[in-house]
């Protein structure tokens, strides 16, 4: 239809014509209400980021102290295993308090039986690193 029958057409339905092709013979227009369309087109980049956001993975901490008891300790196990099944990579954290420095051995051993625990299915970032207080390593999912 030609461009003055489009433009009379829109403007009885109270809505916009948008150009879709200029560079097209005859130009390619549509009829749409603009408002409506540009907050289409919000929602959906908001829903394209948040979903981008969502694959990034977090690396998610884990502080353990010398003195945990075994049931403690198998909820932070279990707690670091769901942190690694959603795909988010986790940094265990053995806290040392005051005299216990003097015994490093003790958190080598606990930090070894967490990832022990842990199982077969992680992969281990590097060596384990003493940070001032805190024995400390990442793992994340195979």
Do not use: C, T
Not at 54 to 66: N, P, R, T
Not at 76 to 105: P, S, T
């Amino acid at each position: 239809m030609s461009s003055k029958e489009a433009q009379s057409l829109a403007r009885d339905q109270g809505v916009d014509l948008v150009e879709i092709a200029a560079n097209a013979n005859p130009p390619v227009v549509k009829i749409i209400d603009w408002g409506k369309y540009q907050y289409q087109k919000m929602k959906e980049e908001a829903r394209n980021r948040k979903k981008a956001r969502e694959k990034q993975s977090e690396l998610k901490q884990m502080k353990i102290g010398l003195k945990i008891s075994d049931n403690d300790l198998n909820i932070k196990v279990r707690k670091i295993r769901g942190f690694l099944d959603d795909g988010d990579r986790a940094k265990i954290m053995i806290v040392f308090r005051g005299r216990e420095m003097a015994h490093k051995e003790i958190g080598q051993e606990l930090l070894d039986k967490v990832l022990n625990l842990l199982g077969e299915d992680i992969i281990i970032e590097g060596k384990p690193q003493f940070n001032g207080r805190n024995l400390s390593v990442g793992v994340r999912k195979k």
